[in-house]
């Protein structure tokens, strides 16, 4: 039965093959070190303050407290030969404040012969010096980044032009509050008792707080034994949402913050009970009242994925219903284009001016490695297709909601 607002969930299709992902960066050999008189002026091209999503020019708003890296992009051809190069940042929060030094993550392996567009070199986080930077500097307000050294490893430093500094802003976001509910039940057909395994709400919870637009996810996860059982029906997931909202209801009577949303995650059986996700509906306004239920198992290719779970893109796909999103309407044909103002071609990240690229700056805990996501490539988290994350459109207009909620409840926050 479907409102006025499709939000059901993605179809499990059936498994994909393996895709090649041409964005993968190739191996480069150095072929000598050079130490530091052999480095003409290096020539920097670009310097990009990223957290999930970003343009060069650090359009996308930056969230107070949340990771984030800079990346200073070199033009290598400006290289006599090739060379390690190491990087260090002084960053400050004002002009004249106190300056914090930081070191690149790596080395940077550069060649001369390396002609790769800066365009092209920001799919590939090996391309760039990377920089984490430490919460101390994320904090709301400006911040001056500037390129203190560029060396080669075990050289002097190298004298360099270019772009040397970019001042950004920091803002406020409020934290996503979460109350995740596994919801155990039994499958009628084989006696078989199934609960969500922890690395489903383990992967939700990383993606959440490596997607959204947060600096942390309060969180917070049960097991209930679901009022229904398997085999699954159309009906199924309207009685998960309506079991999570009354489980809500009294929570929230009875001290749970009132801004917290809440999901139920229910095991699909290794296929065999796959439970379609859906939120109870995609509100105009703020309302953390919404809940909304997605199944979790292990993806072998489901939206090409291959990890040990889709439970992330998933659960925060229909989070992303309650905090009012719509869907873009891609793969064309297999949902709804209920977001009219969604600007990207096929729900991709980016248009093919390749203006934004994901970034995943990983999860060591869960062994998630830091990644570019090409933003051609990957597909907003809100479409039905392949390889999803967050788009900035998606990115901003669930920071705008989330503070809605936030004044909602507390009208002094500004
Ligand atoms: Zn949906």
């Known amino acids: 039965m479907m409102g006025k607002h499709e939000n059901k969930g993605m179809a499990r299709p059936q498994i994909q093959s393996l895709d090649s992902n ?15 008189p052999a480095l003409s002026q290096i020539t920097i091209q670009a310097i990009e303050i990223c957290q999930a999503i970003q343009s060069v020019e650090s359009s996308v708003t930056l969230i107070a407290d949340k990771a984030t890296m800079v990346r200073v992009y070199i033009d290598q051809t400006s290289l006599a030969g090739g060379v390690q190069l190491r990087g260090e940042l002084k960053v400050r929060k004002t002009a004249t404040g106190p300056a914090t030094y930081v070191p690149a993550l790596e080395d940077l392996a550069a060649d001369p012969q390396d002609a790769t567009k800066l365009i092209d070199k920001r799919n590939l986080t090996g391309a760039s010096l990377n920089f984490r930077l430490p919460t101390t500097v994320t904090a709301a307000g400006a911040l001056l980044v500037e390129v203190n050294r560029i060396w080669p490893a075990g050289g002097d430093d190298a004298m360099f032009g270019g772009v040397t500094s970019s001042t950004v802003e920091f803002v406020y976001g409020p934290p996503l509050r979460i109350r995740c509910i596994g919801l155990r039940y039994v499958d009628t057909g084989t006696g078989q008792t199934h609960t969500p395994d922890a690395v489903h709400f ?3 919870r990383s993606f959440l707080e490596r997607a959204y637009p947060v600096p942390s996810v309060d969180w917070s996860q049960i ?28 929570e929230v009577d009875n001290g749970m913050d009132p801004r917290t949303h809440y999901l139920a995650l229910v095991d699909d059986a290794r296929g065999r009970n796959f439970m379609r996700g859906r939120a109870m509906g995609i509100p ?8 909304a239920s997605a199944p979790c198992g292990v993806p072998n290719g489901f939206a090409g994925d291959h990890d040990l779970s889709y439970a992330d893109w998933y659960g925060a796909h229909e989070l992303g219903h309650t905090f009012g999103r719509f869907h873009p309407g891609f793969p064309a044909g297999t949902q709804d284009a209920s977001d009219p103002d969604f600007p990207f071609e096929e729900g991709q990240l980016s248009d093919a001016d390749q203006k934004f690229v994901g970034y995943d700056l990983g999860d060591a805990g869960l062994g998630i490695r830091l990644q570019a996501l090409a933003g051609t490539h990957h597909h907003d988290l809100m479409t039905y297709a392949e390889r999803q994350w967050i788009c900035a459109h998606t990115f901003e207009a669930i920071r705008t909601r989330l503070i ?7 009208p002094a926050i500004v």
Do not use: H, M
């Not at 105009?284 to 919404?290: E, K, Q």
């Open 223 to 250: 097991v209930v034994e679901a009022n229904f059982a398997a085999p699954f029906n159309d009906q199924t997931v309207l009685r998960a949402n309506a079991q999570i909202a009354a489980i809500r209801s009294s």
């Open 202 to 204: 383990a992967y939700l």
């Open 284 to 291: 105009d306004a703020a309302a953390p009242d919404t809940v």
């Open 22 to 36: 041409p964005y993968v960066a190739p191996r480069r050999r150095v072929t000598s070190k050079l130490s530091g």
């Open 404 to 410: 809605e909620e936030d004044r909602q409840f507390d």
